[in-house]
């Protein structure tokens, strides 16, 4: 089982939808959790990290759910600059940032 | 631009050559990190600098691969002997030291590499 699981995708939605994605951690001593966004052969990109709380940025929405080792990502209005894949991260730790990735779901978003 | 600087971005050789990789992390970054990503895939740990020292090697760094940080600034990767398998795009980020390692990592654009 891989330590951090997502839906590959790709999920295809057209502007303005609301589009949700989920992803499994099995490390329950994990520290820390992010949402990472990286385009087409390029480098991956903070999006935001992930709080207990639930945290908001704009249009995006991230959910964590320690106790079901859970964390969700919701974008709402997409656009078409949206399209990329949403990779989940989490911190491992062991006294540094030990980042595990999960594979990426990719977002298309069309006119 | 004061982001994280690889090169080369692409690199293309022949089996059982030797390659080396450069990273120049964000200036005040004391915290360094290599990683692999193959298609389809999030990218892997490999190893960690904190400064010059190496704190962290992943089993996937096999004893072909080695990395350095001699001056705790740019860091190289080098493969020896490489193999097919050793085609990824090879990723370097850099991050600040903070208490509850929250700081977020900033990752350079990446060197590719091809092994014919």
């Known amino acids: 089982r891989k330590e951090v699981e997502q839906d590959p995708g790709p999920f295809n939605v057209p502007e303005g939808a609301t589009v949700a994605f989920n992803c499994t951690y099995s490390?329950?001593?994990?520290?820390?959790f992010f949402w990472y966004r990286q385009d087409c052969r390029k480098e991956p990109k903070l999006l935001m990290s992930?709080?207990?709380s639930g945290n908001e940025d704009g249009r995006f929405t991230a959910q964590l759910n320690r106790a079901s080792q859970y964390i969700s990502l919701l974008i709402r209005d997409s656009k078409l600059s949206d399209s990329a894949t949403y990779l989940c991260?989490?911190?491992?730790?062991?006294?540094?940032?030990?980042?595990?990735f999960g594979t990426g779901t990719r977002l298309l978003v069309s006119p | 631009d004061t982001g994280v600087s690889q090169n080369p971005r692409h690199k293309i050789t022949k089996r059982g050559q030797n390659v080396t990789f450069r990273c120049d992390p964000i200036?005040?970054?004391?915290?360094l990190y290599w990683y692999r990503q193959t298609l389809g895939q999030g990218p892997e740990f490999l190893t960690y600098?904190?400064?010059?020292?190496?704190?962290?090697k992943s089993r996937l760094l096999s004893d072909r691969f080695s990395a350095e940080r001699p001056k705790g600034s740019f860091s190289t990767l080098e493969i020896q002997r490489t193999e097919q398998g050793d085609s990824a795009m090879y990723l370097c980020?850099?991050?600040?030291?903070?208490?509850?390692?929250?700081?977020?990592?900033?990752f350079g654009d990446g060197t590719r590499l091809s092994i014919l």
């Open positions: 980020a850099s991050s600040h030291r903070d208490a509850r390692n929250n700081q977020p990592q900033h």
């Open positions: 991260v989490v911190n491992t730790g062991g006294g540094f940032q030990k980042l595990v």
């Open positions: 490390n329950s001593a994990s520290q820390s």
């Open positions: 600098f904190q400064n010059e020292a190496q704190l962290e």
């Open positions: 200036s005040e970054h004391n915290r």
């Open positions: 992930v709080y207990s």
